[in-house]
């Protein structure tokens, strides 16, 4: 691993920074427990993020132009609420449990891991959320970013290659001298293929307890226990 | 002046946070001037300022593709050396002498200024400036951006109304919620087309001493000397 020729690294966001399961179920219950509804909270957040990937399918194909990652969390959320038995939800309750993706808490080592890495590489988000999003994320989270890229600069969501090449345009790199970082290895496969190289992050409890994943399924140039492993790995 | 529904702070950046006359005619003479060249700098800077304008106009206008500055201020670079008698300037050395425009000083309120307008309002560029251009910039001189905003991200230049409403957009906000801050009266015109709030800084110095909008040529929300002086009068 030639670490020195690495000059920034791009990052996933959900799962790989932030607990968006704990985060989500947590101000459901905070939003929808107040007007007195009684869910499996955890399984709230599962269903509602079960619905991601469906929702971004349709715009990576085509079938939709692209709109903001709210825009589909919305939608997601106003289809999972009766499977809960949860309706007349008031609208100021329903937007401002959308914003329960705005306020997601940062695993443990991340804010800390960025501070450090921040020293020797550019940073920025390459995620499928929206830029107010990682704004507000940022803002919570102290992440120290150089810029905002991903979905909404590039039109598109991840993993279309559009992403990851235009991240690297954006800073004036080689997909070569560029990481995407990511607790996922689907994703760092397609970063790869690319050209970029890949930093896998074990994040074991993603899903839940035990249900994530530990190590990466496939090989990666880099495989990190956590972010302040990673920036001892890179050297930084 | 209701101070209290400005949510986010938009900033021109050449010439309204960063000295680019006294940073390019410095670069030019360091890169050059070790080539052995002996210019009038200052000049030499104007020189490569009056292109920009024409530059832009070709792709405001549809004549060109957009295309990030960073090539606009080489095409630039490439038609003024002649001009002041400078041929076969080693490629390496022109294309570091471009990068003059990712090296400049900031004004001296600007960092303290900047850090104090953070813990109230959402910050970002809008500038005509790439993305890099910006990130560079923001590293040398601790510009705590929330997000880089500008001509990169809209794919058009100021002052087209997608750069000041893009960046609405992008952090979610109404025009009226936003305010751009420039020490260019034309600029925040059009900004104000848009619904978005003005707020005129003072650079009197700007094409050299004296040479310079010290004051608004048209009626703005808010006319600041520096940027101490902006926060202070938006209650920050």
């Given at each position: 691993m030639q670490a020195m020729s690495i000059k920034a690294l791009f990052f996933d966001v959900f799962g790989t920074l932030v607990d968006f399961r704990t985060g989500v179920a947590r101000e459901a219950e905070r939003i929808l427990g107040a007007a007195g509804h009684k869910l499996d909270w955890s399984a709230f957040a599962d269903a509602w993020r079960k619905e991601y990937q469906p929702a971004l399918e349709d715009v990576r194909a085509g079938r939709r132009p692209f709109c903001k990652l709210d825009v589909l969390h919305r939608e997601n959320l106003d289809r999972i609420l009766p499977r809960f038995g949860v309706s007349n939800v008031a609208e100021d309750a329903a937007r401002n449990l959308n914003l329960a993706w705005h306020r997601l808490p940062?695993?443990?080592?991340?804010?800390g891991g960025l501070a450090r890495l921040k020293r020797r590489f550019?940073?920025?988000?390459?995620?499928?959320?929206?830029?107010?999003?990682?704004?507000?994320?940022?803002?919570?989270?102290?992440?120290p970013w150089d810029a905002i890229l991903g979905a909404e600069v590039a039109g598109d969501y991840k993993p279309k290659p559009s992403l990851?090449?235009?991240?690297?345009?954006?800073?004036?790199?080689?997909?070569?001298?560029?990481?995407?970082v990511a607790a996922h290895t689907n994703d760092l496969l397609h970063a790869a293929k690319c050209g970029l190289r890949t930093a896998h992050v074990a994040r074991p409890n993603e899903h839940g307890p035990g249900i994530g994943e530990a190590a990466p399924k496939a090989p990666v140039d880099i495989a990190a226990a956590n972010l302040d492993d990673l920036a001892a790995k890179l050297g930084a």
């Amino acid at each position: 691993m030639q670490a020195m020729s690495i000059k920034a690294l791009f990052f996933d966001v959900f799962g790989t920074l932030v607990d968006f399961r704990t985060g989500v179920a947590r101000e459901a219950e905070r939003i929808l427990g107040a007007a007195g509804h009684k869910l499996d909270w955890s399984a709230f957040a599962d269903a509602w993020r079960k619905e991601y990937q469906p929702a971004l399918e349709d715009v990576r194909a085509g079938r939709r132009p692209f709109c903001k990652l709210d825009v589909l969390h919305r939608e997601n959320l106003d289809r999972i609420l009766p499977r809960f038995g949860v309706s007349n939800v008031a609208e100021d309750a329903a937007r401002n449990l959308n914003l329960a993706w705005h306020r997601l808490p940062a695993w443990p080592d991340v804010p800390g891991g960025l501070a450090r890495l921040k020293r020797r590489f550019l940073l920025a988000p390459v995620s499928n959320g929206n830029i107010s999003l990682m704004v507000d994320l940022a803002r919570r989270n102290n992440f120290p970013w150089d810029a905002i890229l991903g979905a909404e600069v590039a039109g598109d969501y991840k993993p279309k290659p559009s992403l990851y090449l235009g991240a690297c345009e954006a800073f004036d790199l080689p997909p070569a001298d560029c990481m995407i970082v990511a607790a996922h290895t689907n994703d760092l496969l397609h970063a790869a293929k690319c050209g970029l190289r890949t930093a896998h992050v074990a994040r074991p409890n993603e899903h839940g307890p035990g249900i994530g994943e530990a190590a990466p399924k496939a090989p990666v140039d880099i495989a990190a226990a956590n972010l302040d492993d990673l920036a001892a790995k890179l050297g930084a």
